[in-house]
């Protein structure tokens, strides 16, 4: 066979593999890395953090209908044993200890700046109930040279 009777027999997909694998051969898997984040960072700027939020709820919901929510719980399952695997059971003990902490700190801030606000509110009402306005006089006129008096 010559190459003029294998012409057309390679298929668009089967090309772009090749091709692909050509690239990953000849500059490495962090070719791809660095300009799949080059390619991510345009998207995000040229249309914002809610596209990435978006795409990925309408995957998750494709996701869902294609295979239930229980695969979510499964690969969840998968996720967690893998971690506790790697890190150790104590790893869920730091985390939710920090979590906790957290959340605590939050609360207590929340309570200071309530406070704050409702002090701020008070010292406003108070000053104001202290010193009733005196009421707003019209300057006097000067008397006008050949008046009508």
């Known amino acids: 066979m010559t190459d003029k009777d294998n012409k057309g027999s390679m298929t668009v ?3 772009g593999r090749k091709g692909g694998e050509t690239v990953r051969n000849e500059r490495g898997r962090e070719f ?5 984040r080059k390619g991510g960072a345009t ?9 990435y939020e978006e795409i990925g709820r309408k995957g998750g919901e494709t996701v869902k209908a294609e295979r239930g929510a229980k695969f979510y719980e499964e690969i969840g399952k998968k996720g967690g044993d893998r971690v506790k695997a790697t890190r150790g059971p ?3 003990e730091e985390i939710g200890r920090k979590g906790g902490q957290k959340v605590k700190k ?3 801030e929340g309570k200071r700046a309530a ?3 409702m002090e701020g509110q008070a010292g406003n009402a108070s000053a104001s109930s202290e010193a009733p ?5 019209a300057p006097e006129e000067p008397a006008q ?3 009508n008096e």
Do not use: C, D, H, M
Not at 32 to 36: A, K, S, V
Not at 43 to 51: H, I, L, P
């Open 13 to 15: 997909a089967e090309a």
């Open 32 to 36: 791809y890395e660095t300009i799949g």
């Open 43 to 51: 998207v995000k700027a040229e249309r914002g953090r809610s596209f």
């Open 90 to 92: 104590n790893f869920y």
């Open 106 to 108: 939050l609360i207590e």
């Open 115 to 117: 406070r704050a606000a």
């Open 133 to 137: 306005a005196a009421p707003a006089q």
């Open 145 to 147: 040279p050949g008046g």
